[in-house]
């Protein structure tokens, strides 16, 4: 996948320096940046090129304003190298969730029994439950009654959620993802938990879903707020009535935008979780109430 490294300079008093670094980082990451670095004169961000969007990030800077604080950027192509190698050469502590699932590599093996025990090998991928949003994804993904159920993974990443579903007794798994070396590592993990035979990997973006047969009973999306602004439509129209729908991947400035979006839908809210800034939903998907006239959500 290719990014564009992206270098915020600050011109701010040391005062200042750290809270303008924080407000960038969080008007870009609104705007599709995955991932930051400080540096001593400011901050740099990177994001996917296909998502990145220069307007959108100008007019995200100018929604914050903090006195005596100027900020400029560059942007270039970041090296196409494996931004990982060092993380995949050492692996990642074992993670457990909910004290019912437990991730892990397979380096580090679970040193006590867990109902569930998922190994995954990431590959340049997202998704080993290192980071809050995926946390909480299967977190939910673990309150679910899955047996027999269908199962769409949006931005599939590393194949976890729809791997933890598929061992909690779903019928099937269909994830796709825009990033290649993720598609097959989906694939990839779901050998390792013995599941391949129920797991399908597409690549491609929500367009893709045209050429995917049927309806699912959950459909999981843990991408960037941007992003499932635009696919939501997508989503429903794969979903079958009475279908839980789990969203990540946004801040919890964020949750209210998001309700008034899947109101307009026909989708109801659960519940919810919040970790360290970022937020997690859970919604009810109705037919019926898709078709009605929406009405404006006040985020609990």
Known sequence: MKYYEVEFTIDAPESLMQDARDIIAAQAGE???????????GLKGYVQESLFDSKQLVCSLQTYCLPGVNTSFT?????DK???ETWEQEGFDPIVIDNRCIIHDGRHLPAAYYPLSIEIDAHQAFGTGN??????MV????????EGKRVLDCG????????????QGAREAVGYDIDEWSADNARHNAVINGVDKRFTSLLGDATILKEVEGTFDVVAANINRNILLADLPAFCSKMTDGAHLLLSGFYTSDIALMLEKTQS??????DQKEDNGWACIMLDYSLHNSIGVSTK???P
Do not use: Y
């Open 297 to 299: 959500v006040v985020a």
């Open 156 to 167: 599939c990443g590393t194949g976890i959620l729809g791997i933890v579903a598929l061992r």
């Open 265 to 270: 839908l026909g989708l109801s809210l659960i």
């Open 131 to 136: 980071h809050e949003t995926t946390r909480m």
């Open 31 to 41: 705007a599709g940046f995955e991932s930051f670095e400080e540096t001593e004169h």
């Open 82 to 84: 494996n931004w990982n």
């Open 139 to 146: 977190s939910f993904l673990l309150t679910l009654s899955l």
């Open 75 to 79: 942007v270039s192509k970041a090296i």
